[in-house]
């Protein structure tokens, strides 16, 4: 499933008690205080496995100081009762069954446990109905990160928003879906993908052509998330790297498995972060973590 996923309905309105006002929620300093903790990991495997037709908000939870607070949604399978771990970031919607939707979900690896166990989770106005109500699983306990997810749970909102625009860009790559893979990648002639045999593409458009190539065949993208790293270079650029295992093949030939090193540079423009480059690179050395 893409993490990316349009969801018929009316635009809502924020529920009472839900809109950026100050009553039900803790102020931007407290929630920034007592951010909730994640996973990378588990924000990964949630953006594949997301089914936004079959799923509501229950909750929101604020991160950041205004202005620049971020706010993420809790949401609860309304087939299943499983409560989703990490928050998401998008645009509300009135269902059909008077409950409240999502679209254009991006997954954040941060804990809605976490945030519930914190008491910056908001609920009020969050109509869930009976039948979902009955069905809804116990929150699931707040693991404690280590080694590397340990760090990355300690991410700010920029980083944050930078893992939530990596995860779209595999899901749209692994579903080979145009629209959500030009939606992150930065609309420049700038713009390059230095491949891993040496060449080198520039611009958006011919970086799109070259994907579009590629997906006529076998290609999957397998990032290793225990090894991945952010970092920030400057305010509103940021470099994250990590091994990933590429699987590709020609049209009706047996595909290869690789690994190798991702990197990508993004950049923070009005219309949110982009990946402006992304530098392909051999990794013959690498080996899985034992365990995987």
Same mark, same amino acid.
């Given at each position: 499933m893409l993490l990316c996923i349009g969801h018929g309905g009316a635009l809502a309105e924020p529920p009472a008690g839900a809109a950026t006002g100050v009553s039900a929620s803790p102020s931007p300093s407290d929630a920034q205080s007592s951010a909730p903790k994640g996973s990378f990991l588990s924000s990964l495997k949630q953006a594949f496995a997301e089914d936004l037709d079959q799923e509501v908000v229950r909750g929101h939870f604020d991160v950041g100081s205004s202005p620049d607070t971020h706010r993420y949604y809790c949401l609860v399978n309304i087939k299943?009762?499983?409560? /989703?771990?990490?928050?998401?970031? *998008?645009?509300?919607?009135?269902?059909?069954?008077?409950?409240?939707?999502?679209?254009?979900?991006?997954?954040?690896?941060?804990?809605?446990?976490?945030? /519930?166990?914190?008491?910056?989770l908001v609920t009020t106005g969050y109509v869930l109905s009976a039948s979902v109500s009955s069905r809804v699983t116990p929150p699931?306990?707040?693991? =404690?990160?280590?080694?590397?997810?340990a760090a990355a749970s300690a991410?700010?909102?920029?980083?944050? /928003?930078?893992?939530?625009?990596? =995860?779209?860009?595999?899901?749209?790559?692994?579903?080979?879906?145009?629209?959500v893979v030009s939606e992150v990648l930065l609309d420049s002639k700038d713009f390059v993908w230095a491949q891993y045999g040496g060449n080198s593409i520039w611009g958006y458009k011919e970086a799109m052509e070259a994907f579009e190539e590629?997906?006529?065949? =076998?290609?999957?993208?397998d990032p290793q998330m225990e090894e991945l790293r952010i970092a920030s270079v400057s305010p509103g650029v940021a470099v994250l790297i990590t091994p990933l295992l590429s699987t /590709?093949?020609?049209? *009706?030939k047996n595909p290869s498995t690789i690994p190798l090193r991702w990197g990508g540079v993004f950049m923070k423009t009005k219309s949110g972060w982009r990946i402006s480059s992304i530098f392909i690179t051999p990794f013959e050395g690498w080996r899985a973590p034992k365990g995987s």
């Open positions: 299943t009762g499983k409560r /989703e771990a990490n928050g998401v970031a *998008g645009q509300l919607v009135m269902r059909a069954d008077k409950m409240t939707g999502i679209k254009g979900a991006a997954v954040a690896p941060l804990s809605c446990a976490d945030a /519930e166990q914190k008491g910056i699931a306990p707040v693991q =404690t990160p280590s080694g590397a997810a991410a700010g909102p920029a980083q944050t /928003e930078v893992m939530a625009v990596y =995860t779209r860009f595999i899901a749209g790559q692994n579903a080979h879906d145009r629209a590629a997906w006529k065949g =076998t290609w999957k993208m /590709e093949g020609d049209p *009706g």
